[in-house]
DNA sequence: CTTGACATTGACCGACCAGTCAACTACTAT
DNA sequence: ATAGTAGTTGACTGGTCGGTCAATGTCAAG
């Protein structure tokens, strides 16, 4: 159960970096299997299909993300607006290594798989969504306290971190086909317009 | 000749729709030259490989970009910033209309591509992230406009008109994992606040 | 009427695709 | 000791992948 689980796990995490450096349809079973060192008959002993490993690495990649970012930006140390500051410098810090040892810049997990199948998978597309929806509620959250505290005016706060989130994807978008990281930094300064429409200057 | 470039011109319709619809990897060559009614033979007279087809099926989404798109909404017959509103008016009836012909938001295409290619093959990553430079131009001009007629206080036009940008693919992401256009019209509301940070509600 | 360029065709290539399966091994609970 | 389960293996399927090629067809300029 031990080696059953840890062959699972390989498998998965093989999948997640190929799927995140490549693409979907661009990597193959076989390759996956090659890079986990697992034989394909025992890929399908845990993973019905290869869609269901891709639901699977998105679980992966969210698990991730909140280790990686959002926990580390979302923490009540900082006032709420500071953090979401934090947020765009550690998602910058982060892809400016990814760039540094791997000369790419891959952007968002999440939103390059939702490109690529959100038309051919349902399943795929709403876990996507979900993942999506749930990334946004750390803003959320900081923005109400903001109002909370004074920082800012009354704000539709759920509308206003998804117009954040979605401003990120696009920065995302923007660093990967510039395939330059600094752009996440440049970009990311306007995100505070997004937030504080009243701010004069 | 005439001839000729008609074939060449089916090949490019029939991937432009197919890898517009699905992606890159997903469609295959034969499928290409199945809608375009041409024999595979045949593709390969006109195209050295699938990525030149690629970029030349770039090259048409931009013509197309620019007729049904970024030339009605820009057009001075309106201040400058209610043209920006109005760019996001046609994107937004573009995708409900399509939503309703086919079910799905498809996003944008250069988006997909970028997302799905851009660590792949550095000259459709170039083409792209030339496409997405060439489209913040109209907005670079709508908003030094502005700034002329005394509708918007001093601005880096052209930092501001990339940020809107890079905020509309982001929005394309949204509505395409959410298959959903209507989030093109709720998030665009919010695209003034990245132009304007200096108006008071 | 001939030449040469362009265009078209279908057969073909090796590699790879996702997925299947029966046989086998290793371990666990009784 | 044994029966059952979970895990592993490698050979296999039918189909598709991007790409090649030699033969043939078409047509216009000289």
Redesign the pocket.
Same mark, same amino acid.
């Given at each position: 159960? %031990?080696?059953?689980? @840890?062959?699972?796990q390989r498998i998965i995490s093989a999948a997640q970096e190929l799927i995140y450096t490549r693409s979907?349809? %661009?990597?193959?079973?076989? %390759?996956?299997c090659n890079r986990a060192?697992?034989?394909?008959?025992? $890929?399908?002993? $845990? $993973?019905?299909?290869?869609? @269901?490993?891709a639901l699977a690495v998105l679980d992966q990649s969210q698990a991730v993300m909140y280790e990686t970012i959002i926990n580390r930006a979302f923490v009540d140390d900082i006032p709420p607006l500071a953090r979401i500051e934090r947020f765009f410098t550690i998602v910058y810090d982060f892809h400016k290594q990814v760039k540094k040892d791997t000369g790419y810049v891959f952007g968002c997990p999440f939103g390059n798989l939702g490109c690529e199948m959100s038309t051919r998978d349902e399943d795929i597309r709403c876990k996507v969504d979900d993942i999506l929806r749930t990334s946004e509620k750390p803003f959320e959250k900081a923005l109400s306290e903001a109002v909370t505290r004074g920082d800012l005016p009354a704000t539709d706060a759920a509308a206003t971190a998804r117009a954040i989130f979605a401003y990120v994807e696009g920065i995302m978008v923007y660093a990967k086909t510039r395939n330059d990281p600094e752009l996440i930094r440049e970009l990311g300064k306007h995100a505070l317009q997004l937030i504080i429409p009243a701010k004069i200057q």
């Open positions: 159960m %031990e080696s059953s689980n @840890d062959t699972r979907y349809n %661009e990597v193959g079973v076989q %390759e996956i060192e697992v034989k394909k008959g025992s $890929f399908y002993h $845990f $993973f019905p299909s290869k869609r @269901d490993l």
